[in-house]
């Protein structure tokens, strides 16, 4: 999951970001990684949320779009992007999640806008907003509509007995205060703050954010990035332990298992033969997946 927040402010927008990367499961973490691809020439930043290997490809085509000159409405860029994803290769692993985010200026009126479309419609259904949003949002406030969407049809969320419990969570969830505008760098840690809090470790809606926060500040042919928190992930650290807890990472794996055996988790409550979710075809005990980091 990648935290994507955007405040619309007219002739500017500000975007936000983790830099989290983890693999299925958290079977593998890296803390630096920018999610926010700029295209300054255009005052367009573009996020993706989900499989890492469709977003680049659709990234790659973008890259060219801008390079040629091609598409140069915001309206022709986004649709060009949309029908990149819904065209990308499949995943091997088979998580094609994925959402695309285009921030950019409205081509009638120049306003800063977000257009949004997944795969839960291959990309044929696109919201439209110039509303502040973030997803994952934190539970002490409403979801977005983008959020709301992505856990309503989403692909993860199917299996009968998860799909009947998010129902019910969502009822409750969508009477929370809306989530209040930021601006400021130190609104905008304070909101990474409450993601992290309220969703880390949350079972059913668990979405883990961490590395450090980015805001980018967009406008037409300017762009300025500043780093407005970071948080202690470092392998072995209170906050990263917190982060991988109850996942399939190497640490947690050869850690105590949380039934208080004594024993490690893997070969007590997690089976060692089940396949791992690298995708290597090994089971869980023999995959270098699971080598301690």
Same mark, same amino acid.
């Given at each position: 999951?990648?935290?994507?927040?955007?405040?619309?402010?007219?002739?500017?927008?500000?975007?936000?970001?983790?830099?989290? =990367?983890?693999?299925?499961?958290?079977?593998?973490?890296?803390?630096?990684?920018?999610?926010?691809?700029?295209?300054?020439?255009?005052?367009?930043?573009?996020?993706?949320?989900?499989?890492?290997?469709?977003?680049?490809?659709?990234?790659?085509?973008?890259?060219?779009? =801008? =390079?040629?000159?091609?598409?140069?409405?915001?309206?022709?860029?986004?649709?060009?992007?949309?029908?990149?994803?819904?065209?990308?290769?499949?995943?091997?692993?088979?998580?094609?999640?994925?959402?695309?985010?285009?921030?950019?200026?409205?081509?009638?009126?120049?306003? +800063?806008?977000?257009? +949004?479309?997944?795969?839960?419609?291959?990309?044929?259904?696109?919201?439209?907003?110039?509303?502040?949003?973030?997803?994952?949002?934190?539970?002490?406030?409403?979801?977005?509509?983008?959020?709301?969407?992505?856990?309503?049809?989403?692909?993860?969320?199917?299996?009968?007995?998860?799909?009947?419990?998010?129902?019910?969570?969502?009822?409750?969830?969508?009477?929370?205060?809306?989530?209040?505008?930021?601006?400021?760098?130190?609104?905008?840690?304070?909101?990474?703050?409450?993601?992290?809090?309220?969703?880390?470790?949350?079972?059913?809606?668990?979405?883990?954010?961490?590395?450090?926060?980015?805001?980018?500040?967009?406008?037409?042919?300017?762009? =300025?990035?500043?780093?407005?928190?970071?948080?202690?992930?470092?392998?072995?650290?209170?906050?990263?332990?917190?982060?991988?807890?109850?996942?399939?990472?190497?640490?947690?794996?050869?850690?105590?298992?949380?039934?208080?055996?004594?024993?490690?988790?893997?070969?007590?409550?997690?089976?060692?033969?089940?396949?791992?979710?690298?995708?290597?075809?090994?089971?869980?005990?023999?995959?270098?997946?699971?080598?301690?980091?």
């Amino acid at each position: 999951m990648t935290m994507i927040a955007v405040s619309h402010q007219g002739d500017h927008a500000l975007v936000c970001s983790d830099t989290l =990367a983890v693999a299925r499961n958290m079977t593998q973490v890296s803390t630096n990684v920018d999610k926010v691809h700029l295209f300054p020439a255009r005052g367009i930043a573009v996020s993706i949320n989900g499989n890492v290997r469709r977003g680049a490809e659709v990234l790659g085509w973008m890259h060219v779009a =801008a =390079a040629t000159g091609e598409h140069e409405r915001f309206d022709e860029f986004c649709a060009f992007a949309f029908l990149a994803a819904a065209r990308a290769a499949p995943s091997e692993s088979g998580d094609n999640s994925c959402g695309v985010f285009i921030t950019g200026p409205d081509d009638d009126t120049g306003r +800063y806008v977000t257009a +949004y479309a997944d795969d839960t419609s291959d990309f044929t259904e696109v919201v439209r907003t110039e509303d502040h949003f973030c997803t994952p949002s934190p539970i002490r406030h409403a979801p977005s509509a983008i959020e709301d969407q992505w856990l309503s049809t989403g692909e993860a969320y199917s299996a009968p007995d998860v799909r009947q419990a998010l129902d019910d969570g969502l009822r409750v969830w969508r009477r929370q205060p809306p989530m209040p505008s930021t601006v400021t760098p130190q609104e905008w840690a304070d909101l990474a703050l409450a993601v992290r809090h309220d969703r880390a470790t949350d079972p059913l809606l668990h979405a883990p954010i961490g590395g450090r926060i980015l805001l980018t500040k967009i406008s037409p042919g300017r762009i =300025a990035t500043r780093t407005v928190h970071t948080f202690s992930d470092q392998p072995g650290g209170t906050d990263f332990r917190k982060l991988i807890a109850r996942s399939l990472h190497p640490d947690n794996l050869h850690g105590p298992c949380r039934c208080d055996s004594g024993r490690p988790a893997l070969g007590c409550c997690v089976d060692p033969g089940q396949p791992c979710l690298c995708g290597s075809g090994q089971s869980l005990g023999e995959c270098h997946a699971v080598e301690r980091v």
